[in-house]
């Protein structure tokens, strides 16, 4: 059975960091391109960051560059998103999703919605909050 995990959400207060991580059970994280995307309460989703899998190379969302690092451990098998300087509209569902393509060299933000992206994991709550 495929399977994407996702870990590491909870509360947090505002300017609080959280690390996410993404596991994947029945298949190797290590050829695929990893997205994270979120979910707040009536919003549609939205396309955070992904990090590809030949080269390293990442995109971020304007609303989390220079606060979000998304990073990968092949031989763990896991990819991470370190967020900080958290801040209470980050509130939301945040999934870990898999492609087999690679989109994180488009910098064009609605080209990041997830349509590329064959896996995805259950979600993972962050509630930013004071």
């Known amino acids: 059975q495929v399977l994407l995990v996702e870990s590491g959400g909870g509360l947090v207060q505002p300017g609080g960091s959280l690390r996410l991580s993404c596991a994947a059970s029945?298949?190797?994280?290590?050829?695929?391109?990893i997205g994270w995307f979120r979910q707040a309460p009536g919003e549609e989703r939205e396309g955070v960051s992904c990090?590809?899998?030949?080269?390293?190379?990442?995109y971020y969302a304007d609303f989390v560059k220079g606060r979000f690092t998304i990073s990968r451990d092949n031989a763990k098998g896991t990819v991470y998103l370190q967020m900080s300087s958290l801040k209470l509209e980050d509130t939301a569902v945040y999934y870990c999703?898999?492609?087999?393509?690679?989109?994180?060299?488009?910098?064009?933000?609605?080209?990041?919605?997830?349509?590329?992206?064959?896996?995805w994991g259950q979600g993972t709550q962050v509630t930013v909050s004071s």
């Open positions: 029945g298949f190797s994280l290590n050829y695929y391109t």
């Open positions: 990090i590809n899998n030949s080269d390293g190379s990442t």
């Open positions: 999703a898999a492609s087999l393509f690679d989109p994180c060299g488009d910098s064009d933000s609605s080209n990041h919605n997830g349509l590329e992206y064959k896996y």
